[in-house]
């Protein structure tokens, strides 16, 4: 039992860095998600949903022990029975294990799903970054190709074409394989031993730790001294080199406007050759990106199993949002009721309940107000919602099984009966 004293207490507000989606803010939400939806499906992505919560050696081995995310941003703990779990930061891990747990391989390759859903990192909440975010996320798991990274901006790209978001433009780069990434990580040392004390702390320790993730740290002094660094691209074995050049001749056959970043490497530790970032093209260069992704062919050996070729994205979603906000992007909304349902006394407003499922069957939107009570309050508002008709069902009408059928803008009034009501709505505004 909570005590009174206790219950003064609470705050009534959301956790730092997370937010309510109240309705208007979720049309547009809504509009991401089925926009997105549909493009995957036209090229044969199929739905995942996995759980919320993961175990956290999941992330701790597959997204990198020593990357930002599961060093310092993720919600973990103990559970009641003793688990370690932790509220998921990114999809592709959990996608990963899902594959390896059902046997996917044994399905026809590749697998394509896409999932879309709440991912959780402690960050330090500012535009563009809180500590709830909704991703969509595309994987294609079994291909070893570069047409799988070439599908995987496809469609992302189309996905920015129906939500009017276009242009934008694709940062890439090849952060090569097993084969040639170790001597560009031995160059990158020497590299940033010379210059050790310039570097941040963060970066002092990522210096020892995870070299690659020097590339990524978004300090002004650290950002300076990236401009010497070695680059990748100069590393790369003939394989990757070849994987590469493929990637980018296929986007620009399919007119995909790319720009070569030789020092993205992204802030996750799973990816190999290929990775990339979206941003829109109209912004300032400083914003935040859209969407990321890229290949990592080792991360279902790294969770303990085979090499299995991979590749994905994942579009933040409430970044998608903002964007459609600022440009004034209004989603198309839902067929809008122009009907209005108005009970008047106990028996009519039960009789509603089957007037609004006779309307909900024949997917025929309505507008009803069941916790007002007075004819004059129910009106008013089926005016302010500018209404075409009401529908008034009265104590008399119930025991008749009819109903009046007025006219808002005539305040002409009719009475029928409740068995022709669909029917002649449906003529009257000539839906169907
Ligand atoms: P990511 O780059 O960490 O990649 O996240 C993808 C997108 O999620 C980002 O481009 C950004 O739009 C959005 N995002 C990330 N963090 C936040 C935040 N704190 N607040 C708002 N939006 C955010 C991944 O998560 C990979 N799993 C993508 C992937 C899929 N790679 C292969 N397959």
């Not at 009174?4 to 109240?22: C, F, N, S, W, Y």
């Not at 046997?103 to 402690?122: E, K």
């Not at 242009?167 to 394989?177: F, K």
């Not at 002092?204 to 590339?215: A, Y």
Request: include cysteine; aromatic fraction near 8%; proline fraction near 4%.
């Amino acid at each position: 039992m909570v005590s009174k004293k206790e219950k003064t207490k609470i705050v009534l507000q959301a956790p730092r860095g997370m937010h309510d989606i109240l309705a208007d803010e979720y049309i547009f939400y809504q509009s991401v998600f089925e926009k997105a939806e549909k493009v995957a499906s036209y090229y044969g992505f199929q739905p995942i949903q996995t759980p919320l919560l993961e175990k956290t050696e999941l992330f701790t081995s597959g997204v990198g022990a020593a990357t930002d995310i599961v060093e310092k941003q993720m919600y973990s703990f103990r559970t009641r029975g003793g688990d370690h779990l932790s509220l998921r930061p990114e999809l592709t891990a959990p996608i990963m294990r899902s594959y390896l747990e059902h046997g996917m391989h044994t399905l026809p390759q590749p697998v394509m799903v896409w999932q879309g859903g709440s991912c959780f990192r402690h960050e330090n909440p500012q535009k563009g970054r809180t500590r709830e975010f909704q991703q969509f996320d595309l994987e294609i798991i079994g291909e070893p190709k570069p047409i799988a990274e070439v599908i995987t901006i496809r469609v992302l790209k189309s996905i920015f074409e129906e939500l009017n978001l276009s242009p934008i433009v694709v940062h890439i780069n090849s952060i090569g394989d097993k084969e040639c990434r170790p001597a560009y990580r031995r160059e990158l040392v020497n590299y940033y031993r010379k210059r050790i004390n310039q570097l941040c702390p963060d970066c002092k320790r990522r210096f020892r730790e995870n070299p690659l993730r020097l590339l990524d740290c978004k300090e002004e002094k650290c950002l300076e001294l990236k401009q010497g660094a070695p680059q990748m691209v100069n590393y790369l074995c003939s394989s990757c080199k070849q994987h590469f050049r493929e990637v980018l001749e296929a986007l620009d056959s399919a007119d995909i406007f790319y720009s070569l970043d030789n020092h993205l490497v992204r802030g996750l530790d799973y990816y190999s050759r290929t990775v990339f970032e979206i941003f829109s093209s109209e912004g300032d260069g400083n914003t935040d990106a859209l969407a990321g992704g890229g290949r990592y062919d080792y991360l279902a050996k790294i969770l303990g199993k085979r090499d299995v070729p991979a590749v994905g994205a994942a579009m933040g979603v409430n970044r998608l949002v903002q964007l459609m906000i600022e440009k004034k992007i209004i989603p198309k909304q839902r067929k809008q009721p122009k009907v209005f349902l108005i009970q008047l006394g106990n028996a009519a407003k039960y009789k509603s309940l089957e007037i609004i499922e006779m309307f909900r069957r024949a997917h025929l939107p309505l507008n009803q107000s069941i916790s007002k009570d007075s004819l004059r309050g129910q009106l008013n508002l089926a005016s302010k919602l500018d209404m075409a008709y009401a529908l008034i069902l009265g104590q008399q009408e119930v025991l008749k099984n009819s109903i009046i059928l007025r006219d808002m803008r005539s305040g002409t009034q009719e009475t029928i009966n409740l068995k022709d009501l669909v029917e002649i709505i449906k003529k009257k505004l000539s839906y169907d």
